[in-house]
C-alpha cells in the first residue's frame, strides 16, 4: 500500500474549537468569536516535514437565537478588511455560520448578510446546517438568492445530514464544497438528534469514497471538528492526527486513489481558502 504523501503532513484540520477564556480577552463584546484551528497547505512546513499549524480568525454568527445580535454586512466585512473587535487581527473565513431546523428569522438573515459580504470580498464561507435532510438545499436556496458564491462555500457535517445517496448527488449538483468533518466521532446515541444513525468512520470513508467515483473529488473536504477535551490524545480520544494517521491509509485500502486524496486533503482546502 502507498504510503501518505509528504503533502498530507500539512492538511486542512478543520476543527473549530470555541476557546471561551481566549476569545474573552481578545473579543470583550461576545461577539460569538471562534478560532478555527486548521493545518494550512499552504508551505507552513519545514525540511523535516513537521507541520505547523496556521491560527485563521473567523467572523461568524453562530445559531442567532443564542446571541445579542445579528451580524450585519459591514460588520462581517469590516472584520475581514479591518479586524475583529477592534483589534488588527483579521479574519480569513465567515463561518462557521450556525443554522437550526427548522431556520429561524435570525439565521435567515445572517445567511443573507453573509452572502452580500462574500460577493463584496470573495471570501470563503463554512455552514453548519441544521439537523435535517433538507437544512442543507433550502441553506443552500437562502444564499444563492441573496448572491452568494456556491463555489467558495462549505456545507459541513454532512455525515450526519444527508444519508439518502441519490439526494446527496442533488445536493453535490449545486455546486459548493463537500465536508466530511466528523472523523472520529463514533456514538450509538447521538444526543443533539437521537433519531440520527451516527455513521462510523468505515461508512464515512465508504460515502467519500461514493462521491470520488461519482466524480465530486474537487469538491470533498474531510476534517475532524474536535471540540472537547476527550478528543484530543492527552485524555484518550483520537487528535489531530486522526485522519493522517488512520483514515487516509484506510482510504487507499478501500481504493480511493492517492491522487483524490491529496485533492481533498492539499487542493481543495487550497482553494477554498483562497479569496477570488
Known amino acids: 500500500m502507498a504510503g501518505p504523501s509528504s503533502d498530507w503532513s500539512f492538511t486542512l484540520g478543520s476543527?473549530?474549537?470555541?476557546?471561551?477564556?481566549?476569545?474573552?480577552?481578545?473579543?470583550?463584546?461576545?461577539?460569538?468569536?471562534?478560532?478555527?484551528?486548521?493545518f494550512l497547505p499552504l508551505g507552513m512546513y519545514t525540511e523535516h516535514r513537521s507541520a505547523e499549524?496556521?491560527?485563521?480568525?473567523?467572523?461568524?454568527?453562530?445559531?442567532?437565537?443564542?446571541?445579542?445580535?445579528?451580524?450585519?454586512?459591514?460588520v462581517l466585512v469590516n472584520e475581514i478588511l479591518h479586524g475583529a473587535d477592534g483589534t488588527s487581527i483579521k479574519c480569513g473565513v465567515i463561518g462557521e455560520i450556525g443554522c437550526s431546523w427548522p431556520l429561524t428569522d435570525s439565521e435567515r438573515?445572517?445567511?443573507?448578510?453573509?452572502?452580500?459580504?462574500?460577493?463584496?470580498?470573495?471570501?470563503?464561507?463554512?455552514?453548519?446546517?441544521?439537523?435535517?435532510?433538507?437544512?442543507?438545499?433550502q441553506i443552500i436556496r437562502i444564499l444563492q438568492e441573496a448572491g452568494a458564491d456556491i463555489s467558495k462555500t462549505v456545507m459541513s457535517h454532512l455525515d450526519r445530514s444527508i444519508f439518502n445517496k441519490k439526494e446527496l448527488l442533488e445536493f453535490?449538483?449545486?455546486?459548493?464544497?463537500?465536508?466530511?468533518?466528523?472523523?472520529?466521532?463514533?456514538?450509538?446515541?447521538?444526543q443533539l438528534s437521537p433519531d440520527i444513525d451516527m455513521?462510523?468512520?468505515?461508512?464515512?470513508?465508504?460515502?467519500?469514497?461514493?462521491?470520488?467515483?461519482?466524480?465530486?473529488?474537487?469538491?470533498?473536504?474531510?476534517a475532524h471538528d474536535i471540540h472537547t477535551k476527550h478528543r484530543l490524545m492527552k485524555y484518550?480520544?483520537?487528535?489531530?492526527?486522526?485522519?493522517?494517521?488512520?483514515?487516509?491509509?484506510?482510504?487507499?485500502?478501500r481504493g480511493v486513489a492517492e491522487?483524490?486524496?491529496?485533492?481533498?486533503?492539499?487542493?481543495?482546502?487550497?482553494?477554498?481558502?483562497t479569496f477570488k
Open 53 to 74: 499549524i496556521g491560527v485563521l480568525a473567523v467572523t461568524e454568527s453562530n445559531l442567532g437565537e443564542y446571541f445579542i445580535c445579528v451580524r450585519k454586512e459591514n
Open 199 to 222: 455513521p462510523d468512520d468505515n461508512k464515512r470513508i465508504k460515502r467519500v469514497r461514493f462521491l470520488v467515483d461519482e466524480g465530486y473529488e474537487d469538491r470533498i473536504l474531510m
Open 15 to 38: 476543527a473549530a474549537l470555541l476557546l471561551p477564556s481566549a476569545v474573552g480577552s481578545l473579543f470583550t463584546n461576545f461577539s460569538a468569536f471562534f478560532l478555527f484551528i486548521q
Open 109 to 137: 438573515k445572517v445567511l443573507q448578510a453573509t452572502a452580500h459580504a462574500q460577493a463584496q470580498l470573495g471570501c470563503p464561507v463554512i455552514i453548519h446546517p441544521g439537523r435535517n435532510p433538507g437544512a442543507p438545499f
Open 172 to 190: 453535490a449538483e449545486l455546486g459548493c464544497y463537500l465536508e466530511y468533518d466528523l472523523f472520529g466521532t463514533e456514538l450509538l446515541n447521538y
Open 259 to 273: 491522487r483524490a486524496v491529496d485533492k481533498i486533503l492539499i487542493e481543495n482546502p487550497r482553494r477554498w481558502l
Open 236 to 253: 484518550g480520544g483520537h487528535g489531530y492526527s486522526h485522519i493522517l494517521t488512520n483514515i487516509v491509509p484506510k482510504m487507499l485500502l
